[in-house]
Each structure stands twice: as structure tokens, then as C-alpha cells.
């Protein structure tokens, strides 16, 4: 048997960096790592970059035996390249594209990463989504400028602090932080709709706090939709919006007070600006109510899906994001 050649060492180091000599699997990431071929040596018998990642032992041989498929492997392998890291600034640097890398081909991921070390620490590190197609070159603008924004504000949070108490939490290694991901909850020719998930804190406040936020557009042309944009506007919807969600929201709850119920009723009322977070999914409109809105702070953000049978009556037929999905 022919034996195996090792790894050049370059070749070696650029994947162990890349990953940060840890396991490129993001829940994992343990310190102990080999590098793994994704197509296995038998058949491609050639070390070569896009086909290496590192891996610890056990997801190695999670790997091997195929819980661990070569899909995945390559999103992994992509998440890690798309990375920017930087201690000063922070940089879109989009990865050349790659049909395998996302469960749908039609984006890639950007991660925005800054960091900064004592006496001003600071973690940034937030997933936004590139799409290909020319048509949503806007999105990709507004998108990638609000996390810029976020980012700015989280700069900007020590402008008004240097010279107050928090500076020795700072000094100490307490760190202002915003981690995110996300999810394209609907992606086709009509529309896309895209869910974020954030995880903030800024130092000297007594706890972190998690939001959701979403972004909906209509393509051809591009058109950022609002809720009332899917509804009638003569048809009531947010009486049966509310309705609905209200329901649903004190039947999630065990012995619900009447303090409760009137937070629910409150923050689900039929107001425009309590429907604002929403996202189009494949089996109705997803609604998200933010911390504080309908519930206390710990239980976090609180989701409705309202079917699309339920809607019908209601929807506005010019609004062409619907189609396929609702009609």
C-alpha cells in the first residue's frame, strides 16, 4: 500500500490558523485538533486547502463514520474563510463563491469580526448574509450597513464612559460585546426574509440582552416590505392579527395572571408598531415580539406563526413577495 505523504507544513499552518488551532466546528472549537480531508485521501489523494479543515479527534471521527457529512464539513470550512478578524477596524471581505457552501447557493456568509484588548476591550462578531443575484445588490448595502451600525454604536457606548467607573471594568477585562447570526427563513424569486438573532451587552449594565430583528424584501424591483405592505388595508388586519396572536401567547403561558394577560394584551394590541418584526415562511407569517413587549425580560424574545390559511381573507393580492407562499 502506497503510503501517504504528509502535509506540507505551510499547507498545515494555514488550516490550523484559520481556525484558530481549534476544531473548526463552531460549538466544539476544543483545543486538540487533527486535519481532515472532506473528500477522504482514497479518492482525491492530493492535500489541497478547500478540501482540509481542522478537526478535533471525536468530531474527526464523527466525520469519518459520516455523522458528521461533507455538506456540513463545507459550510464549516466556508464560515471559517469568510472570517475577518482584526484588532483595529473591521472589513466586508466577501469569499469567492461556492455552490456547496450554504444549504442554498444563493448567499454566502460574512462575518464581522472586530476585536480590541485592556484598556478599551471590546468583541464584535456578527453573521450577515451576501447574496449573489445582481437584483439584491441593494440588500447586501443595507444589510452590511446596519451591522456596521451596530458596530459604531458599541464604539461609541466608551465616548461617554472613559472617564466614569467603568473604565476599571474595562481595565479588569470586562468586555462590551455583539455576537449575532442568522437565518434566511425564505428565499426565492419573489422575496427573501432573513431572521437575526443578537446577543448584547455593554459594561455596567446588570445583564446582557437578546434581540431578534428581521428584514423582508420584495424583488423586481426591490422593495423593503413593511407589515401593512401584505395586507388589505380596508380588511381590518391588524384586528385579526392581534386576535390571533393573542391567543396563542396566553395559551403558551401555564396560569397566566391577570398582570400577565394584560402585558400580553398590551404589547399584542392592534397597533402597527407592535407587529413590526416579522418574517415570511413557508407556513404562514412568523411575528416576533420583542423582550419586555409581551413577556419579562428573561423569557426573551416571543414568536407567533399565524398559518397562511387564517390570513387569506385579508392579504394583498399586488404584493407579488406572497406568491407561491400564499396563493
Request: aromatic share 10%.
Amino acid at each position: 500500500m502506497e503510503d501517504r505523504p504528509a502535509i506540507p507544513s505551510e499547507l498545515r499552518r494555514q488550516i490550523l490558523v484559520e481556525a484558530g488551532h481549534r476544531c473548526a466546528i463552531p460549538t466544539c472549537k476544543h483545543p486538540e485538533v487533527d486535519i481532515h480531508h472532506i473528500v477522504p485521501w482514497e479518492t482525491c489523494r492530493e492535500h489541497e486547502y478547500g478540501n482540509l479543515v481542522a478537526l478535533c479527534p471525536n468530531c474527526h471521527r464523527r466525520a469519518g463514520s459520516g455523522e458528521i457529512d461533507r455538506k456540513s464539513l463545507r459550510i464549516y470550512k466556508t464560515r471559517l474563510s469568510s472570517s475577518v478578524t482584526s484588532t483595529e477596524s473591521i472589513a466586508l471581505t466577501p469569499t469567492a463563491r461556492d455552490e456547496d457552501s450554504v444549504p442554498n447557493s444563493g448567499w454566502k456568509i460574512l462575518k464581522l469580526t472586530e476585536k480590541k484588548i485592556p484598556p478599551n476591550p471590546l468583541n464584535f462578531d456578527l453573521e450577515v448574509p451576501s447574496f449573489f443575484d445582481a437584483d439584491l445588490d441593494e440588500l447586501n448595502v443595507l444589510e452590511h450597513a446596519w451591522a456596521l451600525s451596530r458596530l459604531h454604536d458599541l464604539r461609541s457606548f466608551r465616548l461617554h464612559n472613559l472617564e466614569s467607573d467603568l473604565a476599571s471594568w474595562w481595565a479588569n477585562g470586562v468586555v462590551d460585546y455583539c455576537t449575532g447570526s442568522f437565518e434566511v427563513l425564505h428565499f426565492s424569486q419573489n422575496a427573501v426574509s432573513i431572521k437575526y438573532a443578537l446577543d448584547t451587552y455593554g459594561v455596567g449594565a446588570a445583564h446582557g440582552n437578546f434581540e431578534a430583528r428581521t428584514t423582508t424584501v420584495q424583488r423586481g424591483p426591490l422593495i423593503p416590505l413593511r407589515t401593512f405592505d401584505l395586507f388589505r388595508l380596508s380588511s381590518g388586519y391588524l384586528s385579526v392579527i392581534s386576535a390571533y396572536c393573542t391567543k396563542c401567547l396566553l395559551a403558551s403561558r401555564i396560569n397566566t395572571s391577570d398582570r400577565a394577560a394584560a402585558w400580553i394584551r398590551e404589547g399584542a394590541s392592534p397597533e402597527d408598531k407592535n407587529f413590526d418584526d416579522f418574517n415570511l415562511t413557508r407556513e404562514g407569517v412568523l411575528f416576533i415580539f420583542g423582550k419586555y413587549q409581551v413577556a419579562c425580560g428573561v423569557d426573551g424574545p416571543q414568536y407567533v406563526t399565524i398559518p397562511w390559511s387564517e390570513l387569506d381573507p385579508i392579504l394583498n393580492r399586488r404584493c407579488h413577495a406572497l406568491e407561491g407562499l400564499a396563493w
